[in-house]
């Protein structure tokens, strides 16, 4: 069955730096894109950053631009979320998250989530 586990999750001051993992498994790691998501408490969930299945391209959200990176190591079924210049605002459970199948079969897989708090 297919599993994302994260794990990087804390405690961090503003200005600090914390790095995401997401290990997959009991899928082809390698051929799906990947996702970070964050839910703040009250607010809903929304797309931080996506990187593709060979990592070529990635995309981030303007409200992290320039402050976090997405990446993958396919050898180790690992996506990463580095998140650099943390802010209160990023305090969030951060989610992987992966599409499989294709055309009209697709499933949608979550983690079960870190929780980050920037706060001093």
């Known amino acids: 069955q297919v599993q994302l586990v994260e794990s990087g999750g804390g405690l961090v001051q503003p200005g600090g730096s914390l790095r995401l993992s997401c290990a997959g498994s009991?899928?082809?790691?390698?051929?799906?894109?990947m996702r970070w998501y964050r839910q703040a408490p009250g607010k809903e969930r929304e797309l931080v950053a996506s990187?593709?299945?060979?990592?070529?391209?990635?995309m981030h959200a303007d409200s992290v631009k320039d402050r976090f990176t997405i990446s993958r190591d396919n050898g180790k079924n690992t996506v990463y979320l580095q998140m650099n210049s943390l802010k209160p605002e990023d305090t969030a459970v951060y989610y992987c998250?992966?599409?499989?199948?294709?055309?009209?079969?697709?499933?949608?897989?979550w983690g079960k989530g870190t929780l980050v708090t920037v706060s001093s």
């Open positions: 990187i593709t299945s060979a990592g070529g391209s990635t």
């Open positions: 009991g899928f082809t790691f390698s051929m799906y894109a």
């Open positions: 998250y992966v599409r499989t199948g294709g055309g009209y079969l697709t499933l949608d897989y």
